[in-house]
């Protein structure tokens, strides 16, 4: 009696961990640190070869904001964009090629802290590309 107990226990326990990790593990996922030596929320900057522009300026919080990426090499392009000093959630969004250029609409969370920290990660076909760019949100 005392192993089916463990043994249930064990299972138990098992499908937690496996079901926090599935929903949760990008939590838990170490993050670079954020590399703001260029500001997008004023200019174009590149980075690995990509260029980042918002075309929405002044760039604010729950505003709807156009950015676009220009120099990607990719074929079913989407980003993520989260915050790196506050959990704001994921904002997620499918980028459209027109031309030359990828854009998105998106809308960033607004924060309590005078500034918010922004990653800008870019995917391909759900694949992390490894290459992301990061911004000051000021309020």
Same mark, same amino acid.
């Given at each position: ?52 522009? $918002?075309? +929405?300026?002044? !760039? ?15 074929? =079913? *392009? ?23 250029? $990828?854009? +998105?609409?998106? !809308? ?15 995917? =391909? *076909? ?14």
């Amino acid at each position: 009696m005392k192993h089916v107990f463990l043994f249930f226990l064990t299972a138990v326990f098992g499908i937690f961990a496996g079901t926090a990790w599935h929903f949760f593990g990008d939590f838990f996922t170490p993050k670079k640190p954020a590399d703001i030596s260029c500001d997008i929320t004023q200019k174009s900057c590149t980075k690995n070869g990509v260029t980042f522009e $918002f075309a +929405t300026r002044p !760039v604010e919080a729950m505003r709807p904001l156009i950015l676009r990426l220009s120099n990607l090499n990719a074929h =079913n *392009a989407s980003v993520k964009i989260y915050g790196l000093n506050m959990n704001m959630g994921v904002v997620e969004s499918t980028l459209v090629k027109n031309g030359e250029v $990828f854009e +998105t609409k998106v !809308v960033l969370s607004t924060c309590t802290q005078k500034e918010m920290i922004y990653r800008i990660e870019l995917f =391909n *076909a759900g694949k992390p590309l490894g290459i992301t760019a990061d911004f000051v949100l000021k309020n």
